[in-house]
């Protein structure tokens, strides 16, 4: 049985400060700046999803590890933080060769990324 991160309800979805931070780099005559990079967040992450579920079924863990690391990346420039570990414990998963706990954390990662799908819709409205 895999063992799965607990995702903390203390921790939000999405840290405010990244979103902040973004918005502070765009003139206020143009348009939202994180609104720009979160659009491209949310179209970009489930094609990795979808990748990395391809992936983890092929048994190819270096594929694995490479759309991990990349997710946590993404997830970490949006200030989604409750994804960035899940996308971490995938890539060490997957470094071990152990594709069924990949596997287990990527049916979280995917809750995650609907719960920050949420926040970031209301967050560029």
């Known amino acids: 049985m895999a063992l799965l991160l607990p995702v903390s309800a203390d921790v939000p979805v ?9 918005r502070a780099l765009g003139d206020p005559d143009e348009p939202d700046v994180y609104a720009e990079v979160a659009l491209l967040f949310l179209i970009d992450v489930p094609v990795h999803l979808s990748a990395l579920g391809a992936a983890i079924a092929a048994a190819d863990c270096e594929t694995v590890m490479q759309i991990a690391h990349r997710l946590r990346g993404s997830a970490l420039e949006m200030g989604a933080v409750r994804m960035a570990p899940l996308c971490a414990a995938i890539e060490q998963a997957a470094r071990a060769g152990s594709l069924e706990h990949a596997a287990a954390q990527a049916e979280s990662l995917d809750r995650e990324f609907a719960a920050a799908t949420r926040e970031l819709e209301l967050a560029i409205r």
Do not use: G
Request: aromatic residues 0%; hydrophobic residues 80%; negative net charge.
């Open 14 to 22: 999405l840290d405010l400060t990244v979103m902040a931070a973004i």
